[in-house]
Nanobody, 121 residues
Framework: VQLQAFGGGLVQAGDSLRLSCAAS????????MGWFRQAPGQEREFVGG????????YYADSVKGRFTISRDNVKNTVYLQMNSLKPEDTAVYYC???????????????WGQGTLVTVSS
């Protein structure tokens, strides 16, 4: 599946932003989807994921309660709603697809190109 993430931008601390990830192909609904991020000088880290139907979501502790993942299998799109943004959320955000529900980067086979989110203090 091919993925394209978009929706990043420059926001202030406390603001909200919604990222989208559009998928091509008819098999989108069979994939679990994840969001990852990579801050400057740091390794890429798991942000959150959603199962194939959207009924199960799971998050990193650093974003739990602030970020929400959802998906629309008709529109072949997965979303990352980010609320109460903090400067430490600044990173390039990636969406990715996996055949299983996982937090492990190595389990994700397909990746979008990333979209930059910058949160100013």
């Amino acid at each position: 599946v091919q993925l394209q993430a978009f929706g990043g931008g420059l926001v202030q601390a406390g603001d909200s932003l919604r990222l989208s990830c559009a998928a091509s192909g008819r098999t989108f609904s069979s994939y679990c989807m994840g969001w990852f991020r990579q801050a400057p000088g740091q390794e890429r880290e798991f942000v959150g994921g959603v199962n194939w139907s959207g009924s199960i979501t799971y998050y990193a502790d650093s974003v739990k309660g602030r970020f929400t993942i959802s998906r629309d299998n008709v529109k072949n799109t997965v979303y990352l709603q980010m609320n109460s943004l903090k400067p430490e959320d600044t990173a390039v955000y990636y969406c990715a697809a996996a055949r299983v529900r996982t937090r492990l980067e190595k389990e994700y086979s397909d990746w979008g190109q990333g979209t930059l989110v910058t949160v100013s203090s």
